[in-house]
């Protein structure tokens, strides 16, 4: 008797709680949802349907698990690997983990979702920045930027010069006229110029530059960081 009631209260599996959280996924899914993505430039060909607010208050249920988190992102749906971001544990990331996700980004909400909640709490974050940036895939180098945007927003105590150093970085991205490297770009530039004042006089010089450039994507992407620097 006593061993059939520990065998009856082990804990799930990682398998278990992975297959209940997709069954849990299945049964958010709306179809208003699902109709909308693509007005956000998100495919829905892998997507059920599901709200993020949705996915977080799943997220929440389940806890922090990255056995749970490889499961759910293996499964390659696109609401499965929100919920991989959130479930997701930084201690855990190695850099063949953040390497092998990176380059399985297809669109813009699971590279930012990931970046934004999961990789940039990881100290392997700063390492990753410009090898993503460097890539050709149009995602993978949306998730340099993205990463860096995210260290800028999240990141305390960092040397200006730990910044600073994206500058030529940022620059050099800027002549990518991909629509989601571009924004991604943009989005860096103006988080770094949220930080110190020597950071800010910084990006604030580059962004005139850009706005300056005979390139049009360049010429963009300092117009865009531009507009979304206080003054």
């Avoid at 500058?167 to 988080?191: C, H, Q, Y």
């Amino acid at each position: 008797m006593k061993r059939r009631a520990l065998a009856q209260a082990a804990p799930p599996t990682a398998e278990a709680i992975a297959t209940e959280a997709m069954a849990g996924l299945k049964r958010l899914a709306n179809k208003k949802v699902l109709a909308g993505m693509s007005r956000f430039g998100l495919p829905s060909d892998k997507a059920w349907g599901v709200s993020v607010g949705a996915i977080q208050s799943l997220a929440k249920k389940l806890g922090r698990s990255q056995e749970v988190a490889e499961l759910l992102w293996k499964t390659d749906v696109y609401e499965a690997r929100l919920l991989a971001a959130f479930v997701g544990e930084p201690a855990k990331l190695t850099v063949a983990v953040m390497n092998r996700w990176c380059a399985d980004f297809d669109n813009w909400g699971v590279v930012d979702t990931v970046c934004f909640k999961l990789f940039d709490q990881s100290s392997l974050a700063w390492g990753r920045v410009e090898p993503w940036a460097r890539q050709s895939g149009e995602f993978q180098r949306r998730g340099g930027f993205v990463l860096l945007a995210c260290l800028a927003a999240h990141a305390d105590d960092v040397k200006d010069e730990d910044f600073l150093r994206y500058l030529p970085l940022i620059e050099w991205g800027a002549t990518d006229d991909r629509n989601f490297v571009r924004k991604g770009v943009s989005w860096a530039l103006r988080m770094l110029a949220r930080k110190t004042p020597k950071v800010r006089r910084a990006a604030l010089t580059t962004a005139r530059k850009l706005a300056a450039s005979n390139h049009a994507s360049a010429r963009w992407i300092g117009k865009d960081a531009l507009r979304g620097m206080k003054p």
